[in-house]
């Protein structure tokens, strides 16, 4: 567990620690990032309830003027403690009492992925459309829509894995502030062949709150960091593909595409006869001469696969209807990116 000016939380989320159900040998493993408030102490205040619970508890820091961000703290945490499996908690946030023993037997089972579970969200209705996302998109979906902005498919303050596969694809990217540690890790976990699983129970009470470190994070570095991975995943496999949304979107993601794959984008698809009724889109800012002129089309004319620029969930049912029409397949004929 990370901690960085975490005091107002801390007796909510120790007290979850305390009352898991889980049997087994537990050990609590914290870094301090520098705190200026009270939550070392705090801290310390708590080792005799949980120590008298049998769990041990490990408590260091530094004290420096800069806090070294959320990967160096999660590092640290990990290389201090001994358990085989790691459960990462977010001093905001609150685990169910199931949440420990759960995870750690869905861990065993699959012990090369990353565990995830359901989420209560509070306050209740912040952040609606993500919350509905994280608990109910399918198990094939956790593989298949990890290009999308949500992000990682499980996500990580419900994070649980074996030590064995934090080594093979960690440590956390320790640059800082601004840096997505757990969408690199989630990436690089993936491409090492990890599985991503998700334990379809609430066992984490998921906070949102403004000094949450996830807010120090630009759209635009996630945005690039999708794009290339999107390229490296998926369009490295596909000799040809249409982009289905010939708006705003859709246009950035061909304007950020290489030039090797803005060739193989066929045309651009659409529902809207204003966009249709153009015939073509030109790639003004291109050096090609003549520049490039892609044609944007109806999207019952458009021929699969499809990177789809249309956000999930806003349409009212109108886009998943479409695409049930063409009879697609989500991972085969079409990946989600927005």
Same mark, same amino acid.
């Given at each position: ?80 403690? +001994?358990?085989? !499996? ?7 946030? =609150?685990?169910?009492?199931? /949440?420990?023993? @759960?995870? *750690? ?78 969408? +690199?890790?989630? !990436? ?7 599985? =991503?699983?998700?334990?379809? /129970?609430?066992? @984490?009470? *998921? ?132």
């Amino acid at each position: 567990m990370p901690v960085y000016n975490a005091s107002c939380w801390l007796d909510e989320c120790l007290q979850a620690i305390l009352h898991q159900d889980f049997t087994g040998s537990m050990e609590l493993s914290v870094y301090d990032d520098g705190s200026t408030d009270d939550s070392r102490e705090r801290m310390e205040g708590w080792r005799g309830r949980l120590e008298g619970r049998g769990i041990s508890v490990v408590i260091s820091g530094h004290n420096s003027a800069q806090p070294r961000g959320v990967g160096y703290a999660k590092n640290k945490a990990i290389s201090q403690s +001994l358990g085989q !499996y790691l459960c990462f908690q977010d001093a905001d946030d =609150v685990m169910l009492p199931q /949440r420990v023993r @759960l995870q *750690y037997e869905a861990s065993v089972l699959h012990p090369n992925s990353l565990i995830g579970c359901g989420v209560r969200r509070v306050p209740e209705g912040s952040t609606e459309r993500y919350t509905r996302w994280i608990n109910s998109i399918t198990q094939e979906q956790l593989i298949t829509q990890v290009y999308t902005s949500h992000g990682p498919t499980v996500v990580m303050p419900t994070w649980f894995c074996s030590r064995g596969w934090f080594q093979k694809v960690g440590p956390f990217d320790e640059r800082g502030k601004g840096v997505p540690e757990d969408l +690199l890790f989630f !990436y690089q976990s993936l491409r090492q062949g990890g599985g =991503v699983v998700r334990v379809d /129970r609430c066992l @984490l009470i *998921y906070r949102y709150h403004e000094k949450a470190a996830t807010h120090s994070v630009l759209e635009e570095t996630i945005w690039n960091l999708r794009v290339d991975f999107l390229q490296e995943r998926v369009l490295s496999q596909w000799e040809s593909f249409t982009i289905w949304n010939a708006g705003k979107q859709g246009r950035k993601l061909f304007r950020r595409l290489s030039p090797a794959n803005q060739k193989k984008v066929k045309a651009f698809c659409d529902v809207d006869e204003n966009k249709i009724q153009k015939g073509f889109y030109t790639y003004e800012e291109s050096t090609e001469r003549p520049k490039p002129k892609v044609p944007v089309i109806h999207f019952k004319d458009a021929s699969s696969p499809f990177v789809i620029c249309v956000k999930l969930d806003m349409t009212g049912g109108v886009l998943e209807e479409n695409l049930n029409s063409l009879q697609l397949r989500e991972g085969v004929d079409y990946f989600h990116f927005n």
